[in-house]
């Protein structure tokens, strides 16, 4: 039997130990793809994915430090065989799409949850996991993994959250 699950993480504000723990679940849980909804802060972080099929978006806190650090974050995740997405990003995951960003931005984020274009849509910013759905569209926030939130999400877009 196999399963399907995916990482989510947002707001991991320099946490280099919520990030190891979230990892190693996600490495327990088999996961298949991370995503990283924003506010990184910090290129020493990215190293730790290595190895995983991870996508980030930036989030506020990485945009407030200026294009040299959005430069430098995107090299460390792609030295390291990530993917950087910008400020908005999307995967198809086994059939499923899945819109993330990082939340700052409203109306970006509302027209994702509103556009009945994706399956899941997700995001951080708010420190608050959430869990919803928007008619056919799954909306999930993994919390601050920086406070140690975070979640695997199953094929049927069920999240699991996680404490550290």
């Not at 990030?19 to 996600?26: C, H, K, N, S, Y």
């Not at 972080?45 to 190895?51: E, L, S």
């Not at 990530?82 to 990003?89: E, I, S, T, Y």
């Not at 996991?129 to 199953?154: F, I, W």
Request: charged letters at 25%; hydrophobic letters at 35%.
């Amino acid at each position: 039997m196999c399963f399907y699950n995916f990482g989510l993480v947002s707001d991991t504000h320099d946490s280099s130990s919520n990030v190891e723990a979230a990892l190693r679940t996600f490495k327990e849980y088999e996961v298949d793809l991370v995503i990283h909804c924003g506010d990184i802060t910090s290129p020493a972080i990215i190293p730790y994915f290595q190895g995983f099929n991870a996508h980030f978006v930036y989030g506020n806190c990485d945009e407030i430090r200026g294009e040299d650090h959005l430069r430098a974050l995107r090299e460390e995740i792609e030295r390291v065989g990530c993917v950087c997405h910008g400020f908005d990003g999307s995967v198809e995951w086994h059939g499923k799409k899945i819109f993330f960003t990082h939340g700052d931005r409203g109306l970006e984020l509302e027209n994702a949850i509103y556009s009945g274009e994706w399956d899941a849509v997700c995001y951080g910013h708010t420190h608050v996991r959430e869990y919803r759905k928007n008619e056919n569209t799954v909306v999930m926030n993994p919390g601050k993994l920086g406070d140690g939130s975070y979640c695997v999400v199953s094929l049927d877009l069920e999240p699991e959250f996680f404490d550290v």
